[in-house]
């Protein structure tokens, strides 16, 4: 019965990594390229749009990171304790990137001149790259072994600064380009009507998301030969463990995206985007599987006492009955417009 527990808790906690990765990535991505479209004549069009698609619905995705840090502490307090003591920087660079990046936001809508708008767009953007590299170098610096429970086992900025990590957090800047291109194509095809004046801003955005997911196929292969020297036993885990039919379903769901946007048949493609980036990461989760530090502690020894377990489930489920057709009713409004401020 406790085993059972112990991976209901575990099991949750992926999907919640899960969710935040695939959620609030696309609010990461549409900052990556806010940032990337510098100062070129039509930023202005582009910026615009990408205020328009985030405001709705980007804070609400960050529930996904609180649900993530409850399951963690409560109900894996040892895994908690162990990456919090090796990872700290890790997570005070991500914690930067979130409060700067919620902040700037807000602040270039009061701005009142050209420089300071500029100023807090670049932060903004610059902020959007931080912090899904920091929360991603995070997961890496965990695969890569060299977190251990209780204390760090090596100097924390060399579990930080593991190539491991590195590799994460660009898989993770690359995904989240790739899903925050995918899902602002639609953005632009619900706010935009055809023949107005200005860039032709579906183009614009599908182009990149057919560059960013053949990106992302690439960095991600790079990522796994690098799991394979540095974490072997992952490595297996991921290619022929539990791991495996999710990693060939990214692998498929994000060349189905490129197919789909490269052919302009807009149909399917922003759900193949999220499958595909969860798909990821439930393939490095279980990849890792049954260990939450690879060959240092599984889920079983992470876990806390089996009464604090199950309240755990309990409430959580109940959250997530509460919190998921909210969530639902959310993005279905705001994919019909009807969230948008009466002109």
Request: charge should be neutral; hydrophobic fraction near 60%; proline fraction near 6%.
């Amino acid at each position: 019965m406790n085993s059972i527990v112990d991976g209901g808790v575990a099991v949750a906690l992926l999907l919640t990594v899960a969710a935040y990765s695939t959620a609030g990535g696309t609010d990461y991505g549409a900052g990556i390229w806010d940032l990337l479209a510098g100062r070129f004549q039509h930023a202005d069009y582009v910026r615009a749009l990408i205020d328009e698609a985030m405001a709705p619905v980007w804070e609400a995705n960050n529930v996904w990171l609180a649900f993530a840090a409850v399951i963690a502490w409560t109900g894996l307090p040892l895994l908690f304790e162990s990456v919090f003591l090796s990872l700290y920087p890790l997570f005070a660079l991500a914690l930067l990137g979130l409060i700067l990046r919620g902040a700037f936001f807000a602040f270039r809508k009061a701005a009142t001149t050209p420089d300071t708008r500029l100023a807090a767009t670049r932060v903004f953007g610059i902020a959007s790259l931080l912090a899904p590299f920091a929360f991603a170098a995070i997961l890496g610096a965990i695969a890569s072994g060299r977190v251990g429970p209780g204390s760090p086992v090596v100097p924390v900025w060399q579990a930080c600064l593991d190539p491991l990590a590195i590799s994460f957090g660009v898989v993770a800047v690359t995904a989240t380009a790739f899903s925050g291109a995918s899902f602002l194509v639609g953005d632009a095809r619900r706010f935009i009507p055809p023949h107005a004046p200005g860039p032709d801003l579906v183009e614009y955005f599908r182009r990149r998301a057919v560059v960013a997911a053949i990106a992302l196929l690439v960095v991600g292969t790079g990522a796994l030969a690098v799991i394979g020297v540095e974490s072997p036993a992952v490595f297996r885990g991921m290619t022929a463990g539990l791991g495996l039919p999710f990693a060939i379903v990214a692998v498929l769901a994000t060349l189905a995206v490129a197919f789909l946007l490269w052919r302009r048949i807009y149909l399917w493609y922003r759900t193949l985007t999220v499958i595909a980036v969860g798909s990821f990461v439930f393939a490095w989760g279980l990849g890792q599987a049954p260990y939450v530090l690879p060959g240092r502690l599984t889920i079983e020894q992470a876990a806390g006492s089996p009464a604090t377990e199950l309240v755990l489930l309990v409430i959580a489920v109940v959250a997530l009955v509460l919190v998921i057709p909210s969530l639902m009713l959310l993005y279905l409004l705001d994919q019909r417009s009807d969230l948008q401020s009466p002109e």
